[in-house]
T-cell receptor, first 114, second 113 residues
Framework: DAGVIQSPRHEVTEMGQEVTLRCKPI?????LFWYRQTMMRGLELLIYFNNNVPIDDSGMPEDRFSAKMPNASFSTLKIQPSEPRDSAVYFC????????????FGEGSWLTVV | AQSVSQHNHHVILSEAASLELGCNYS??????LFWYVQYPGQHLQLLLKYFSGDPLVKGIKGFEAEFIKSKFSFNLRKPSVQWSDTAEYFC???????????FGKGTMLLVSP
């Protein structure tokens, strides 16, 4: 079975540019999570969805960050405008539901903002 | 709010040495506990999990963890590490019945051949 698929795997962009990260969850999984990993702060939950609906976005750092899930098989995390401090690995993850099932992670999108 | 504390940021061991990585959590309710591993340049993979039942949980690659409720701990152990165990290890907790995870800061394990 295909796991969580993220794109791009690596992106280098200039400060001020818009960045869009994409995620396809595991088929049949109804819950989707976006995490950010940095050396300083570790793994942080940014936002999560259940049945395509955002449940909690309290982890989104600023208004520059937005996430959407237009359907059950696709989600985006957008940063506009990007800043160097946004450089991190962004992980998408999915689970069957929010009822305590195991969360499976994608391979991450490595973002560098210069 | 939940929090997870991993005691060691970096651990260096020789092959065949025994491993124990500490993890403590703070949360007043019933929890689910996880250990994830991240090999260099790769994504997080689930090593093992505890939901209920036997507090000694066995995972993949010879790893195990013991849930001690009175100590709010879920330490990861392996009797004999290999060079291929070099990776970062993350302890995580969720409220029982919920899937959102709170992670510790991670412990980087380096195993020298």
């Amino acid at each position: 079975d295909a796991g969580v698929i993220q794109s791009p795997r690596h992106e280098v962009t200039e400060m001020g540019q818009e960045v869009t990260l994409r995620c396809k969850p595991i088929s049949g999984h109804n819950s989707l999570f976006w995490y950010r990993q940095t050396m300083m702060r570790g793994l942080e939950l940014l936002i999560y969805f259940n049945n395509n609906v955002p449940i909690d976005d309290s982890g989104m750092p600023e208004d520059r960050f937005s996430a959407k899930m237009p359907n059950a098989s696709f989600s985006t995390l957008k940063i506009q405008p990007s800043e160097p401090r946004d450089s991190a690995v962004y992980f998408c993850a999915s689970s069957r539901d929010l009822a305590g099932n195991t969360i499976y992670f994608g391979e991450g999108s490595w973002l560098t903002v210069v | 709010a939940q929090s997870v504390s991993q005691h060691n940021h970096h651990v260096i061991l020789s092959e065949a040495a025994s491993l124990e990585l500490g993890c403590n959590y703070s949360y007043g309710g019933t929890v689910n506990l996880f250990w994830y591993v991240q090999y260099p340049g790769q994504h997080l993979q689930l090593l093992l999990k505890y939901f209920s039942g036997d507090p000694l949980v066995k995972g993949i690659k010879g790893f195990e963890a013991e849930f001690i409720k009175s100590k709010f701990s879920f330490n990861l152990r392996k009797p004999s590490v290999q060079w291929s165990d070099t990776a970062e290890y993350f302890c995580a907790v969720s409220s029982a019945g919920y899937s959102t995870l709170t992670f510790g800061k991670g412990t980087m394990l380096l195993v020298s051949p």
